[in-house]
């Protein structure tokens, strides 16, 4: 049993880390140092001496970031809609091109030929029991200047639906999650042979489509609610900045939890030439017709919904009573597009490593967007441009980073992640090799650092994000996260703030450029961002435009220029470090944390199960409230069999143990010089660390998806699963599938814990295992 261990072993790495990172909101002399002990000083991975001369590089870095320049690019990439395949596109990809070769950078524009769907016909029609033909169009909007520009403008659409043309009764389907059909089919309703109408919300929207489709729908209307998404939120568009009742979020409903990328090329980069599959092959587009609305589109179609009124908790924010149908409102959906290939043009910018040519640090941002994409994906993008400009600024000096450093901008992250999975695809076996570290932001906004990633770069980021400050508040942004997290976190991440002086990171689940990198070839990972204060509603809408991110986004650009400073000192960290600043403590508290709520689920299970067979034994379960309802009692559910879990407690007990003794080991680095050969070695070691997470059979039912540790839902899309084969397998009550999922993620742990080792022997050839040295009583 390991549920007793984590604290004793927490005491001890908090020992150690508090004595390599230096106090929180220590004041600062004029050189920037912080007024404690020099040893308080040591960069994770830096001796003392190259610490000193990392906080200057960093320093020069830092002071040549201008918010005059992200405010300038954000003006001339959002111009125009830039989604993959479009001319506004390509002249970004020349402009982005030319801006990185300009300051210093190899540049190349790597393409790629893949799927992109867009609409030639939608149409949406209540005909009973009255008619009305929904607008499906987002307006011009007083004050937002290009909310009139329609040239090569995308519709509302959601990518990878399949052409349809359905009529079907209506029937409302709260967010469309799995629960939700079962609280439907408590009611009696069906949804076999209708069109299901879901709000956005709850779940990734992919997932909407998909479990419709299962319970037999022949179509599916999303829409945004207001509750969620519009005027019971604030004030909306341009009075502020949530969604008008004219706004829809376009979006891909792709099944990207069985694989992203382009559809027709899973494993394989899709380059000219390459074996597609056919159309009908592909098994991530979805099985009914899908399209986006708008809530001035739903309130008409939800009105006219009757059958039972919907439980309280599936009540929007329209000003109508929520029913559930089916009918009387019946509606005919169309949709139909153009399914060509398209090029994705990609932007790599090499700076090639002096010492370590072969190990490179990579650092992305999607530059395609639905339509103008001031926020999304702009606003990331420009603070990474702004970033590389000052990167290679340095080299203009005669400095050149000891690691490679790669910049990344990918094209047609929207539709599915595809320029990222493709040329992760392409060149796998070479990124396998030598990328250590992967870098990404996406949007960026107002307020908090928000970070997940792999939990063995969780001491590093904390590191990083202590020297950088919060514009508003000058003090160092994670200290303004973790008060944040104190003030509006669950109960539990309010305590674990309190209880600790680090941040803890969340773990990363799909939704951006990060998982082909971490989920297909276990690349530790890091995603970084703003958030918090900015406020919403344009989120893949043609109302996310420069004039909205003026205005509310991040007006002056204050927190672009912060997110800069944090990935640039970040990725310049990374580049330099004389032993990668991978640290296991923080990860293996995390899989402890994981293991634990495998056994909370199990147990939580089986008195669920118990429980509604009690009640279906006595009689008494729940009744409607309305004695004319149909209420339409749950099945019966079998008996949760005891899983053995502790092949999984054996694990985390032996990587405890490797971390605990690797984490002095690192920080002896500090003050004790490493031979090149010694050094090289372990860099090897850590950075193929993450690897070991993966098995290339990949997870149950979806091979692709390799880490064994963290991988997007099956049923929830962007959230993350930890554990997944097992948390999944015992979520869907498979119990054979969990019996058998738990070694095998029991061996990556074991083997992720061979490679600490394996690290840690070799620092300890050259320096005096700090374990082994035990002072007299
Ligand atoms: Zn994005």
Same mark, same amino acid.
């Given at each position: ?5 984590? @604290? ?54 830092a002071a040549q970031l201008e918010a005059g320049n992200l405010s300038r690019w954000m003006g001339r990439l959002s111009a125009r809609p830039h989604h993959v395949g479009s001319s506004q596109g390509g002249r970004n990809v020349e402009f982005m091109a030319r801006q990185f070769a300009y300051w210093g950078f190899e ?179 979805? !099985? ?63 700076? *090639? ?42 080299? !203009? ?52 650092? @928000? ?67 971490l989920q297909h070839l276990g690349i530790a990972s890091l995603n970084l961002g703003f958030r918090g204060e900015s406020g919403g509603g344009i989120y893949h809408s043609v109302y996310d435009s420069f004039d909205h991110y003026q205005r509310f986004g991040d007006p002056g650009f204050a927190y672009g220029v912060t ?50 067979? *009690? ?163």
């Amino acid at each position: 049993m390991t549920t007793n261990s984590p @604290a004793r072993w927490a005491q001890a790495t908090l020992v150690v880390l508090l004595a390599l990172l230096p106090a929180a909101g220590a004041p600062a002399d004029q050189d920037g140092h912080h007024d404690h002990a020099p040893d308080a000083e040591h960069l994770l991975g830096f001796s003392a001496e190259n610490s000193l001369r990392q906080r200057q590089l960093e320093a020069r870095f830092a002071a040549q970031l201008e918010a005059g320049n992200l405010s300038r690019w954000m003006g001339r990439l959002s111009a125009r809609p830039h989604h993959v395949g479009s001319s506004q596109g390509g002249r970004n990809v020349e402009f982005m091109a030319r801006q990185f070769a300009y300051w210093g950078f190899e540049t190349e524009i790597e393409e790629f030929e893949v799927l992109f769907p867009t609409p030639i016909l939608r149409t949406l029609k209540l005909l009973e029991p009255v008619s009305f033909t929904a607008e499906l169009s987002e307006g011009p909007i007083r004050g937002d200047s290009t909310s009139t520009v329609t040239q090569e403008r995308l519709p509302p659409f959601n990518a990878y639906s399949i052409d349809g043309d359905v009529t079907g009764e209506l029937v409302y389907v709260n967010y469309g999650v799995p629960a939700d059909y079962e609280i439907l089919a408590r009611r009696g309703v069906e949804v076999e042979g209708k069109i299901v109408i879901a709000r956005y919300g709850g779940s990734w929207r992919g997932i909407k489509p998909k479990v419709a489709a299962q319970h037999g729908a022949i179509g599916c209307i999303l829409y945004s609610d207001p509750r969620d998404d519009g005027y019971w939120q604030g004030d909306t568009y341009p009075v502020g900045p949530y969604r008008p009742a004219q706004g829809a979020q376009s979006g891909s409903v792709a099944d990207m939890p069985l694989f992203p990328g382009d559809p027709l090329t899973p494993f394989v980069g899709a380059k000219p030439g390459v074996e597609r599959l056919a159309r009908q092959e592909a098994s991530t587009l979805t !099985k009914i017709p899908v399209l986006p609305i708008s809530y001035a589109d739903a309130r008409p179609l939800m009105e006219q919904l009757g059958g039972p009124v919907a439980p309280a908790a599936w009540r929007g924010g329209l000003p109508l009573t929520y029913h559930l149908g089916p009918g009387p409102a019946k509606v005919h959906l169309t949709v139909a597009f153009d399914w060509r290939l398209v090029t994705a043009k990609n932007v790599i910018a090499r700076l *090639r490593g002096a010492q370590r040519p072969d190990e490179w640090i990579v650092r992305g941002n999607h530059h395609d967007a639905w339509t103008f994409g001031a926020k999304d994906p702009v606003s990331g993008l420009v603070a990474m441009l702004e970033e590389a400009r000052a990167v290679g600024n340095l080299t !203009k000096t005669g400095w050149r980073p000891r690691r490679t450093i790669v910049y990344a901008a990918w094209d047609a992250e929207e539709p599915g992640l595809l320029g990222s999975t493709e040329w992760v695809e392409e060149h796998a076996t070479e990124l396998g090799a030598k990328v250590a570290v992967y870098v990404n932001s996406d949007s960026n906004g107002r307020g908090f650092l @928000a970070v997940g990633g792999s939990h063995s770069l969780e001491a590093f980021i904390n590191q990083v994000a202590r020297d950088v400050e919060d514009p508003q508040k000058q003090i160092p942004v994670i200290e303004r996260a973790r008060a944040a997290r104190i003030l509006h976190g669950s109960a539990a991440e309010r305590e674990a703030a309190r209880q600790r002086l680090d941040l803890a990171i969340g773990a990363l689940g799909s939704g951006s450029d990060y998982s082909p990198f971490l989920q297909h070839l276990g690349i530790a990972s890091l995603n970084l961002g703003f958030r918090g204060e900015s406020g919403g509603g344009i989120y893949h809408s043609v109302y996310d435009s420069f004039d909205h991110y003026q205005r509310f986004g991040d007006p002056g650009f204050a927190y672009g220029v912060t997110l800069a400073q944090t990935a640039g000192r970040a990725v310049l960290r990374l580049a330099q470090a004389e032993v990668l600043p991978f640290e296991f403590t923080a990860f293996a508290r995390s899989v402890s944390t994981y293991v634990d709520e495998l056994r909370t689920l199990l147990d939580t299970t089986r008195e669920d199960y118990a429980e509604l067979n *009690r009640k279906l034994d006595e009689g008494v379960f729940e009744a409607a409230s309305d004695p004319t309802e149909t209420f339409v009692a749950p099945r019966r559910k079998g008996s949760v069999p005891e899983l053995d879990l502790a092949p999984l407690d054996t694990a985390v007990e032996r990587l405890s143990a490797s971390a605990e003794r690797y984490l002095p080991l690192l920080g002896e680095v500090a003050t004790r010089p490493l031979s090149a050969a010694t050094r090289n070695r372990v860099n090897r070691q850590v950075a193929a660390s993450e690897r070991a997470l993966t098995r290339q059979e990949g997870l149950p039912g979806r091979p692709w998806y390799r880490h064994h540790i963290y991988a997007p839902g099956f049923y929830t899309g962007y959230g993350v699963k930890t554990i997944p084969g097992v948390r999944e397998a015992i979520e869907q009550g498979d119990w054979s599938l969990a019996a058998a999922q738990i070694p095998l993620a029991a061996a990556v742990l074991q083997r992720y814990a061979d490679r600490i080792d394996r690290a840690a022997d070799l620092l300890a050839s050259e320096i005096p295992d700090p374990a082994a040295v035990k002072s007299p009583d």
